[in-house]
């Protein structure tokens, strides 16, 4: 096995367990994160978001699969699911996960989910209906980025 992909294994096994400190041992410092939900995190930032989701996750359930890395990419397939923090819905989320490593680090991850679909899911009506639409994903974003500065302004 490359060593990256035992490195992508490595971050999932800790984010199954829902240890946020391990996951965040796996990247560089100034390491690139981006998703529908949260745009893009730099360095502390991106470890911060996984500190926020493992802890406020009790009900959190995550299965990886897919690996596959080389000396500079990597990929992943992961599902998810929880209970959405705002609506108290369920969801079942499915994501493909992209890396770029450096000196055996993970310095970009690129998660991409059909924001519709997790949408419909986490907010009902109002997903259905504007999930689809770039003003709902920016205002889930902002609420996600606030959320974000809020748990890491506690931390200090």
Same mark, same amino acid.
């Given at each position: 096995m490359h060593p990256n992909e035992a490195l992508i294994r490595r971050f999932y096994e800790a984010f199954a367990r829902r240890d946020a400190d391990a996951m965040v041992a796996c990247y560089a410092p100034d390491v690139h994160f981006t998703d529908p939900a949260f745009g893009d995190l730099h360095g502390p930032r991106a470890g911060a978001m996984w500190k926020m989701l493992c802890?406020?996750?009790?009900?959190?359930?995550?299965?990886?699969?897919?690996?596959?890395?080389?000396?500079? /990419? =990597?990929? /992943?397939?992961?599902?998810?699911?929880?209970?959405?923090? /705002?609506?108290?819905?369920?969801?079942?989320?499915?994501?493909?996960?992209?890396?770029e490593f450096r000196d055996g680090l993970i310095v970009r991850h690129v998660d991409s989910f059909d924001f519709w679909r997790w949408s419909r899911q986490a907010l009902g009506a109002p997903g259905l209906?504007?999930?689809?639409?770039? %003003?709902?994903?920016?205002?889930?974003? =902002?609420?996600?980025?606030?959320?974000?500065?809020?748990? %890491?302004?506690?931390?200090?």
């Open positions: 802890g406020r996750a009790p009900e959190l359930r995550v299965e990886a699969s897919g690996f596959s890395a080389d000396d500079r /990419a =990597g990929a /992943a397939h992961w599902e998810a699911w929880y209970p959405f923090s /705002a609506t108290k819905r369920r969801v079942h989320n499915v994501i493909d996960a992209r890396f209906l504007l999930g689809w639409t770039p %003003m709902l994903q920016n205002k889930v974003r =902002g609420q996600a980025v606030k959320g974000l500065d809020a748990f %890491m302004a506690a931390a200090k």
